[in-house]
């Protein structure tokens, strides 16, 4: 458990490598997030919006790109999820937000990925969502929740 001064002032930053191919990260840090937050005695309905963005981001970046990080700021009034990635970037994006589409491998798709969920559902999750990206270069992927009164 956190002490009461911090958990009344928090400003906490978590960050996390996410390497090619690596399955494991994507999960793995929206637990230790999942935990953070419940320890701030956030609600339910936060947590679990948070995990689902960090889940589907940190997995983006572990499937289509090379390596990248993720940043979770949680802030007294706004928790702050941003995926930074270098890799091929998002040629078009009004048609990657799109509910199933995917471009996926089919050896991804075997492991249970590729169905084309995980921005829209990111989409569902944030306050603001903002997607830069630079084809051959990278993406960032800048989620907010907004925590009035909802702490
Ligand atoms: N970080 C990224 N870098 C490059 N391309 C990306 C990135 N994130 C998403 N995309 C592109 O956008 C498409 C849609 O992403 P989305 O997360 O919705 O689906 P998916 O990852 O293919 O499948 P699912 O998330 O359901 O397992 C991807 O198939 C990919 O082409
Ligand atoms: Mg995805």
């Known amino acids: 458990m956190l002490n009461d001064s911090f958990r009344f002032t928090p400003h906490i930053t978590l960050e996390f490598k996410i390497g090619e191919k690596d399955f494991f990260i994507a999960g793995e840090s929206a637990s230790r997030v999942k935990k953070t937050l419940q320890q ?9 919006r948070t995990a689902i963005i960090i889940y589907e981001a940190a997995m983006n970046v572990a499937i289509h790109a ?3 990080t993720l940043k979770v700021y949680i802030d007294p009034e706004v928790i702050s999820i941003i995926t930074e990635d270098k890799g091929p970037g998002i040629p078009d994006i009004e048609l990657a937000m799109k509910e199933g589409y995917s471009t996926a491998s089919h050896e991804v798709r075997e ?3 590729g169905a084309g969920m995980g921005l829209p559902n990111i989409k569902q999750c944030s306050d603001e969502l903002d997607i830069d990206t630079k084809v051959g270069v990278g993406t960032t992927l800048k989620a907010k929740i907004c925590l009035n009164n909802k702490v």
């Not at 701030?40 to 679990?48: A, C, D, S, V």
Request: aromatic content about 6%; overall charge positive.
């Open 66 to 68: 090379n390596h990248g």
């Open 111 to 113: 492991m249970g990925f």
């Open 40 to 48: 701030l005695g956030m609600k339910q309905e936060i947590i679990k």
